[in-house]
C-alpha cells in the first residue's frame, strides 16, 4: 500500500532561517508521482512541485528547492531564507504510475506546519 | 477562467440531514474528486471520477454518495449526516489520466460542520 509520513507535526523559525519539511513515502510502483503541495492560512491548497520518480536531480525554484532519494524513499522540502509569508501548512503526496488505469489518486500525508516569525 | 468552484463555502447542518456540496469545473477536465481533510490527518479521498458516468470509492466513501452526469460537475451528497462528517471538504480536478497529468487544481474548500 501507499504511504506518506510527514513526522513533523509543527515547525517554528524566525525569519530568514532556513527550514527543511521532511517527506517519507512507500510504494511498491516502480514508476510514481510525488507532490508538494502549500495551504496557506486563507485555507487554499497550492500546487508547488512535481516529481517523476525517474527524475532524481534536486530542483530549485527561488528561496525553494527539494531534495529526491529514491535510496531512502524521501522527498524533502528545503525553504532557504524563510519569509513570514511562509507560513502554512505544506503537504506533501505520492501518486501512482501514469499510463496504466491511472486514476490521478494523491495519498497525502499529514501535513507539516511551517510558522516563520518576524 | 474560474478553475474549481465549490458551493458552498460554509454550512451547518444537524445530524440526520442530508445535502449537496457543489463542485464545478471549467477547465474540460476528465478527473475529478473529492477530499476530506481533517486536522493530523492530512487530506483523504472520498470519492473520484475519471470521466462522465464513471465514478468509484476513494478511501473514506462511507456516508456520501456521487455522481457525474457531465464532465463539469461533480457534486458530493451527504445522505444522512452525522458529527464525524464535520470537516474541510475540497473537489479537485486534473485534465488527462492517460498521460499522467495528474496535477490537481484545487476549489477553495467548504467547512461542513455537523451538530
Known amino acids: 500500500a501507499q504511504k506518506v509520513t510527514q513526522a513533523q507535526t509543527e515547525i517554528s523559525v524566525v525569519e530568514k532561517e532556513d527550514v527543511t519539511l521532511d517527506c517519507v513515502y512507500e510504494?511498491?510502483?516502480?514508476?510514481?508521482?510525488l507532490f508538494w503541495y502549500k495551504q496557506p492560512p486563507s485555507g487554499e491548497l497550492v500546487f508547488l512541485i512535481r516529481?517523476?520518480?525517474?527524475?532524481?536531480q534536486n530542483e530549485i525554484s527561488g528561496r525553494y528547492s527539494w531534495n529526491f532519494q529514491k535510496s531512502t524513499s524521501s522527498f524533502n522540502f528545503t525553504i532557504t531564507a524563510s519569509q513570514v509569508v511562509d507560513s502554512a501548512v505544506y503537504f506533501c503526496?505520492?501518486?501512482?504510475?501514469?499510463?496504466?488505469?491511472?486514476?490521478?489518486?494523491?495519498?497525502f500525508g499529514q501535513g507539516t506546519t511551517l510558522q516563520v516569525k518576524p | 477562467n474560474a478553475g474549481v468552484t465549490q458551493t458552498p463555502k460554509f454550512q451547518v447542518l444537524k445530524t440526520g440531514q442530508s445535502m449537496t456540496l457543489q463542485c464545478a469545473q471549467d477547465?474540460?477536465?476528465?478527473?475529478m474528486s473529492w477530499y476530506r481533510q481533517d486536522p493530523g490527518m492530512g487530506l483523504r479521498l472520498i470519492h473520484y471520477?475519471?470521466?462522465?458516468?464513471?465514478?468509484d470509492q476513494g478511501e473514506v466513501p462511507n456516508g456520501y454518495n456521487v455522481s457525474r452526469s457531465t464532465t463539469e460537475d461533480f457534486p458530493l451528497r451527504l445522505l444522512s449526516a452525522a458529527p464525524s462528517q464535520t470537516s474541510v471538504y475540497f473537489c479537485?480536478?486534473?485534465?488527462?489520466?492517460?498521460?499522467?497529468?495528474?496535477?490537481?487544481?484545487f476549489g477553495a474548500g467548504s467547512r461542513l460542520t455537523v451538530l
Open positions: 479537485a480536478s486534473s485534465y488527462s489520466r492517460s498521460t499522467g497529468a495528474n496535477v490537481l487544481t
Open positions: 516529481r517523476n520518480s525517474f527524475d532524481e
Open positions: 503526496a505520492l501518486s501512482e504510475a501514469p499510463g496504466r488505469s491511472n486514476t490521478g489518486k494523491l495519498i
Open positions: 471520477s475519471v470521466g462522465a458516468g464513471i465514478t
Open positions: 477547465m474540460n477536465h476528465e478527473y
Open positions: 510504494t511498491r510502483d516502480t514508476t510514481y508521482y
